[in-house]
């Protein structure tokens, strides 16, 4: 039994077909794709239609979990409360507000509002496995190797399970968490991981990331994958798709994360929050030279 986690495809489809490729000889039984398949890149309809309207008869149909990305696309568009009311008029939100059209448009958005937090594949005679973009309790938590072992610990227990597969930072990580007691079955350690990111790396190797877990003697093994790709194409389509002329700085951002293979979005949003500077280009440009090393092409 052989299960694939990709996620945080975030709009890049060069990177998307790139692991689909690398999936095909590994005899994958079953595929999952843990949240963010959409925006920060320039194929946001692309990856969904690739994803969705399924061709793959050498790999299984997919399954979804909601992503912060994903979410953020249907609370957008929908102009919802729940965003502070004046991100819609700011221009910082340009390559969001960008991503969302395209998605509407090509009817997108809907197949997004059915995913659901978290999945709970079973096998027999295997430890469960619970699927969270971010943590079970929330898709934005963050799970890395900052989380303390009893974080992980706690975390495990209360999804009630051996395995617990997160994304959403976009830095890989596998880890063995001691834990006691799962409900009334004992277990000695349970695995915490971190699939990486497909289309996104935040760890300085742009290569595409993605988690492989093989059943083995009542156990599973994790290992994460990285596909190597032709970043090229990706990087053109920024300006050949218009999200670089209409979604401005934060468009510039995403691109330059690609470039790197580093997270430069949050630490700028960081960084001018901590100062109280505008997210403009001439904050852009005091942070750029403030930090860097953050901008070293990989």
């Given at each position: 039994?052989?299960?694939?986690?990709?996620?945080?495809?975030?709009?890049?489809?060069?990177?998307?077909?790139?692991?689909?490729?690398?999936?095909?000889?590994?005899?994958?039984?079953?595929?999952?794709?843990?949240?963010?398949?959409?925006?920060?890149?320039?194929?946001?309809?692309?990856?969904?239609?690739?994803?969705?309207?399924?061709?793959?008869?050498?790999?299984?149909?997919?399954?979804?979990?909601?992503?912060?990305?994903?979410?953020?696309?249907?609370?957008?568009?929908?102009?919802?409360?729940?965003?502070?009311?004046?991100?819609?008029?700011?221009?910082?939100?340009?390559?969001?507000?960008?991503?969302?059209?395209?998605?509407?448009?090509?009817?997108?958005?809907?197949?997004?509002?059915?995913?659901?937090?978290?999945?709970?594949?079973?096998?027999?005679?295997?430890?469960?496995?619970?699927?969270?973009?971010?943590?079970?309790?929330?898709?934005?938590?963050?799970?890395?190797?900052?989380?303390?072992?009893?974080?992980?610990?706690?975390?495990?227990?209360?999804?009630?399970?051996?395995?617990?597969?997160?994304?959403?930072?976009?830095?890989?990580?596998?880890?063995?968490?001691?834990?006691?007691?799962?409900?009334?079955?004992?277990?000695?350690?349970?695995?915490?991981i971190n699939t990486g990111a497909v289309g996104a790396p935040?760890?300085?190797?742009?290569?595409?990331?993605?988690?492989?877990?093989?059943?083995?003697?009542?156990?599973?093994?994790?290992?994460?994958?990285?596909?190597?790709?032709?970043?090229?194409?990706?990087?053109?389509?920024?300006?050949?798709?218009?999200?670089?002329?209409?979604?401005?700085?934060?468009?510039?951002?995403?691109?330059?994360?690609?470039?790197?293979?580093?997270?430069?979005?949050?630490?700028?949003?960081?960084?001018?929050?901590?100062?109280?500077?505008?997210?403009?280009?001439?904050?852009?440009?005091?942070?750029?030279?403030?930090?860097?090393?953050?901008?070293?092409?990989?």
């Amino acid at each position: 039994m052989r299960l694939a986690v990709i996620a945080d495809i975030h709009g890049n489809l060069d990177a998307l077909e790139a692991v689909l490729q690398d999936l095909r000889p590994q005899g994958i039984d079953r595929l999952y794709i843990n949240g963010d398949v959409v925006n920060r890149g320039p194929d946001s309809v692309a990856c969904m239609r690739r994803v969705l309207e399924w061709s793959h008869t050498d790999l299984p149909q997919p399954e979804f979990t909601l992503g912060n990305h994903d979410d953020l696309m249907l609370l957008w568009q929908a102009r919802s409360p729940l965003l502070p009311a004046e991100w819609y008029a700011d221009p910082f939100w340009g390559a969001t507000a960008w991503s969302a059209r395209q998605l509407e448009r090509a009817g997108m958005l809907a197949p997004i509002a059915g995913w659901p937090m978290s999945l709970r594949p079973h096998t027999p005679g295997l430890p469960q496995v619970v699927i969270a973009h971010g943590s079970p309790q929330h898709y934005r938590e963050a799970i890395g190797t900052f989380t303390s072992p009893e974080r992980g610990a706690e975390l495990l227990a209360a999804a009630e399970t051996g395995v617990l597969v997160a994304s959403h930072i976009h830095r890989p990580m596998v880890r063995q968490v001691g834990l006691p007691q799962i409900g009334t079955r004992e277990q000695p350690e349970g695995w915490l991981i971190n699939t990486g990111a497909v289309g996104a790396p935040f760890d300085g190797d742009p290569r595409a990331r993605y988690l492989l877990l093989e059943a083995d003697q009542g156990s599973w093994t994790p290992s994460i994958c990285a596909a190597p790709y032709d970043r090229t194409g990706v990087l053109e389509r920024f300006g050949t798709s218009g999200l670089l002329e209409e979604g401005g700085l934060s468009a510039l951002i995403f691109l330059e994360e690609l470039k790197s293979a580093r997270s430069l979005y949050t630490p700028f949003w960081e960084w001018t929050s901590a100062q109280g500077l505008g997210k403009d280009a001439a904050s852009w440009g005091v942070f750029r030279s403030l930090n860097p090393h953050l901008f070293v092409p990989v």
